[in-house]
């Protein structure tokens, strides 16, 4: 069965340092979003992304997040200055319809904040 | 605010018996339901969805749904250790197709 790919798995960061997690949706999908979940808390709805553009976004997506599809593989979460708050495993998902019926999620990439 | 609430449990049953997970959420005009299913640092899986009132089944899952009292259930026959997972029940944003709102979870334990 057809897979979303992440990596890392595990990013260990320092506060305020900028980094990347990276996602690789399933290959005809159009549909992508970024979800978290704080260690013992719910999963959180970040981003949703279609056609290059944010289609939706939660009030934890500030302008310290910013989101990419630099090619037609690849699909990015990045945050610029990391805050140790943000330490969360973070969910990349995708679906080929418009509609989250059938969402497909990645392993996921463990953020660390010290 | 929209919300999705279940109780978080741990829900505890031994092998073989029916295990009872419940959902409530607040909005009115909400139109499919889903259940996830997420073992401990693993990712979220679905494993049923439903959009009319009344029963659906697959397998030894049933999810049940009454949209008028905004309460959507999901019951596991005949459980297993291997059915030792958080489930989460989650909505889409009214309206909003592109935003899935789940709840806390419920954790659950099968023991033998």
């Known amino acids: 069965e057809p897979e979303v790919t992440q990596t890392p798995s595990h990013q260990v960061t320092q506060m305020g340092q900028e980094v990347i997690l990276r996602c690789v949706p399933i290959?005809?999908?159009?549909?992508f979003y970024w979800y978290r979940q704080i260690l013992g808390q719910k999963v959180e709805f970040l981003v949703s992304?279609?056609?290059?553009?944010?289609?939706?976004k939660s009030e934890i997506f500030d302008d310290q997040f910013s989101v990419e599809r630099p090619d037609g593989s690849n699909f990015t979460l990045k945050i610029r200055s990391t805050k140790l708050e943000d330490s969360a495993m973070y969910f990349c998902?995708?679906?080929?319809?418009?509609?989250?019926?059938?969402?497909?999620f990645g392993s996921g990439t463990q953020l660390s904040v010290l | 605010q929209k919300e999705v609430e279940q109780n978080s449990g741990p829900l505890s049953v031994p092998e073989g018996a029916i295990a009872s997970l419940n959902c409530t959420y607040s909005?009115?005009?909400?139109?499919?339901f889903f259940w996830y299913r997420q073992y401990s640092g693993k990712s979220p899986e679905l494993i049923m969805s439903?959009?009319?009132?009344g029963d659906k089944e697959d397998g030894r899952f049933t999810a049940q749904l009454n949209k008028a009292s905004q309460y959507v259930s999901l019951l596991i026959r005949d459980s297993q250790p291997s059915d030792s997972a958080t489930y989460l029940c989650?909505?889409?944003?009214?309206?909003?197709?592109?935003?899935?709102?789940f709840g806390a979870g419920t954790r659950l334990a099968v023991h033998p």
């Open positions: 290959s005809n999908h159009l549909y």
């Open positions: 989650a909505v889409p944003l009214s309206g909003g197709y592109n935003k899935l709102i």
């Open positions: 909005d009115r005009v909400s139109q499919s």
């Open positions: 439903i959009y009319s009132n």
């Open positions: 992304f279609y056609n290059n553009e944010i289609s939706e």
């Open positions: 998902a995708s679906t080929g319809q418009g509609r989250v019926e059938k969402l497909f």
